[in-house]
């Protein structure tokens, strides 16, 4: 898998080496088969790299009554949490309609505000998985620009 560094400022800044986004995929992907979406079909995997180096991964988990529902980036940020774990690096993310990935699959809004309360926008690395071994790599600035974050609330 390539991930394309020269379209951005951004992409070239990222600290993580190819084999660091390699493994993070391989298990973003993996994680696509745990995916309970019997409602959309559409699968995702989530692996989030934690700044002391552990990897905690997420899926998405739908439900009847659809909106309960979480996604993969959320799944591995509250295992993080849960677990004591609060400052992160980089999350890959794989996902697509009965898990083939056709496409990107760039963060949900109510995803990229959760990042927001635990990552430095301009540190840390949102990589896609795309199509054909390719890739894409954003800061959290670059996908939500001008965030609310905890900072915000100290006036
Ligand atoms: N989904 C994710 O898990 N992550 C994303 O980045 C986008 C969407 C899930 C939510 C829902 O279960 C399904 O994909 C279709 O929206």
Not at 34 to 57: E, K, M, N
């Amino acid at each position: 898998m390539e991930w394309d560094r020269s379209e951005s400022k951004q992409q070239s800044a990222c600290p993580l080496s190819g084999n660091m986004i390699r493994k993070l995929a391989d298990l973003a992907i993996r994680q696509t088969a745990f995916a309970y979406a019997p409602y959309s079909g559409f699968t995702v995997g989530a692996a989030l790299l934690a700044c002391d180096g552990q990897i905690f991964t997420g899926c998405n988990v739908e439900n009847a009554a659809y909106g309960p529902s979480n996604c993969a980036e959320r799944t591995a940020v509250f295992k993080a949490v849960s677990e004591g774990v609060r400052n992160f690096r980089a999350i890959v993310i794989a996902g697509g309609k009965d898990g083939q990935i056709t496409g990107e699959c760039p963060p949900c809004g109510v995803c990229r505000q959760v990042m927001m309360e635990f990552c430095d926008p301009e540190n840390f690395w949102i990589i896609t998985v795309g199509p054909a071994h390719t890739g894409h790599i954003y800061t959290l600035g670059q996908l939500l620009p001008k965030g609310f974050g905890p900072a915000n609330l100290e006036g």
